[in-house]
């Protein structure tokens, strides 16, 4: 079972900035497409970005697109979330996720939560002053 560990939540800010970090055990790690999804108190979980395997691809949602940057060294096993301008309707938890290794990743596949097989526990961030 692969496991996904978070980390670099915390709380900031209006405009601050946090960078996640997710480590994976995948051992086929640099063949697995990544992804950060996010849960706000009371609403669904939610797609945020998404990474292909060799980092060529990213892909955000409308509400973080220039505003977060995701990134993967695949040397470290770890995929991060750079988020900046923060607001506080960014205020959630924050879970890492990964497909096996091996399965293709694409833009319309990458925003669906079904798509992942793997999944964090999650980091919270929040928001405020």
């Known amino acids: 079972q692969v496991q996904l560990v978070e980390s670099g939540g915390g709380l900031v800010q209006p405009g601050g900035s946090l960078r996640l970090s997710c480590e994976s055990s995948?051992?086929?790690?640099?063949?697995?497409?990544m992804g950060w999804f996010r849960q706000a108190p009371g609403k669904e979980r939610e797609f945020v970005a998404a990474?292909?395997?060799?980092?060529?691809?990213?892909w955000y949602a409308d509400s973080v697109e220039g505003r977060f940057t995701i990134s993967r060294d695949n040397a470290k096993n770890t995929v991060y979330l750079e988020m900046a301008s923060l607001k506080p309707e960014d205020t959630a938890v924050y879970y890492c996720?990964?497909?096996?290794?091996?399965?293709?990743?694409?833009?319309?596949?990458?925003?669906?939560?079904?798509?992942?097989?793997?999944w964090g526990q999650g980091t919270q961030v929040t928001v405020s002053a």
């Open positions: 996720a990964a497909l096996a290794a091996g399965r293709g990743i694409t833009n319309w596949t990458a925003k669906n939560r079904e798509t992942y097989d793997y």
């Open positions: 995948e051992g086929g790690f640099s063949r697995s497409g």
């Open positions: 990474i292909s395997w060799t980092g060529r691809f990213p």
